[in-house]
């Protein structure tokens, strides 16, 4: 199959998946066309069934805010036309799906027929998307998608319940390579880190709002008094300077460290005791997935997906968002040398459970069964 993949670029985890998806899918035969604005982050290698295009956005004196979404349509309507694909799967619904439909418009006027299969991936529908400046194109575009699909269950019901959807959404979990995210023996890493056999504990994020990030430091800081631990913060984002003047006020400096946007982020997984995600949302948490991959157990809150990954009292502990009291008690818990061996390999079981080679064929029954739809749909035409 000839597929166009339209996603961010950049290290959010809707960005990770689609390109790990074309990854995989290219080496199952697919041609995998990436359409976006920037070289996608994971994409670093040659592969002959990889391609990417790159969007080229115009500006003009005239714009405040150049037309992303025009460009990009464009850029759809050319590779579509010029690499005769078959397909477009277009991931985060803003504003990928919009543009793909417009795509598919111009293109069903020149006697081209391309479905279009959206993947909502968390914010696009329980942040951004149901706010008034955006819902109604949101609506609008996932109903014209001829497949749709959410990270998690918990993401297709909050998606029926903010807009008015009458199409059929299939729950397709985010996935992990695990020869890739394996713990690897890193002992003088983790003697850099933790010279005195400290307890360490990390945290990876986009340093957004919604993921909390005064919980980490707080639920941090009230370990740290009970056990001696480290922190490891991964990322970068909005919240972080707040976080590094914490850290400085409150003396953490020693004990906390800012290891900015890491590629090899599995390295430091593989030292790590307890992976920590407070998020306000989350629609599946892929970031605790390779925590765990790495044999690294979550304390996360229960809300939106992370339920259906992280397991009560077996893979980690899940608390109520805010509840930092709770937070420390499970820390206290997994950390304890008697319990964290067990915890270790039920993360690294349950992280089996999304191995790439079983989620990938999900995905190609949703696009045989949107390219069977599509050739009905065409013949009437
Ligand atoms: O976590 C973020 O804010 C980034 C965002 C994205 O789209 O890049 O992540 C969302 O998609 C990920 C991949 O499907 C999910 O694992 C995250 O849970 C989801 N984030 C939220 O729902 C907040």
């Known amino acids: 199959m000839k597929i166009g993949i339209v996603c961010y670029p950049t290290f ?5 998946v689609a390109t790990e998806l074309g990854k995989t899918l290219a080496e199952q035969g697919h041609e ?3 359409i976006t604005y920037d070289q996608p982050t994971r994409l670093d290698f040659f592969n002959q069934n990889l391609y990417y295009h790159k969007v080229d956005i115009r500006t003009y004196p005239l714009f405040e ?25 277009v991931h985060y619904a803003i504003p990928h799906a919009s543009a793909a439909f417009m795509a598919k418009q111009i293109l069903k006027t020149e006697g081209i027929y391309i479905p279009v299969v959206t993947t909502l991936h968390g914010t696009d529908i329980t942040l951004v998307g149901k706010d008034e400046s955006y819902e109604p194109v949101v609506t ?23 807009f008015q959807i009458i199409k059929d959404i299939d729950v397709i979990p985010n996935f992990i390579d695990l020869d890739r995210f394996k713990k690897q023996k890193k002992d003088h890493f983790k003697r850099a880190i933790a010279p005195n056999g400290e307890k360490i504990i990390v945290h990876t994020s986009n340093f957004r709002k919604v993921k909390r990030i005064d919980d980490v430091l707080e639920v941090f800081c009230r370990l740290r008094k009970e056990i001696p631990a480290k922190l490891l913060m991964i990322g970068d984002g909005p919240e972080r300077s707040k976080a590094e003047l914490f850290c400085q006020e409150h003396k953490l400096d020693d004990d906390v460290r800012f290891l900015g946007k890491l590629e090899a982020i599995e390295e430091v997984l593989s030292i790590a005791d307890l992976f920590i995600m407070p998020s306000e949302k989350e629609s599946f948490g892929l970031a605790a997935l390779e925590a765990m991959a790495c044999e690294v157990p979550v304390i996360s809150t229960n809300t939106g997906g992370l339920p259906e990954l992280n397991i009560q009292g077996i893979t980690g502990f899940l608390s109520n968002v805010g509840d930092i009291e709770d937070m420390v008690k499970n820390a206290l818990i997994i950390l304890d040398d ?11 079981m349950r992280a089996k459970d999304f191995e790439i ?17 599509s050739m009905k749909e065409f013949a009437v035409l």
């Open 12 to 16: 959010g985890g809707s960005g990770v």
């Open 32 to 34: 995998i066309h990436f």
């Open 65 to 89: 805010y150049p037309p992303y979404e025009l460009a990009l349509a464009s850029k759809m309507v050319n590779v579509v036309k010029y690499e005769q694909l078959d397909l477009l799967h």
């Open 140 to 162: 609008f575009s996932i109903n014209q998608s001829d497949g749709v699909t959410t990270v998690s269950e918990s993401l297709k019901q909050d998606t029926y319940e903010h």
């Open 338 to 348: 008697q319990n964290l061996p067990k915890f270790r390999e039920n993360a690294l």
């Open 357 to 373: 080679s079983k989620i990938r064929p999900m995905y190609e029954a949703v696009y045989e069964k949107v390219l069977a739809n």
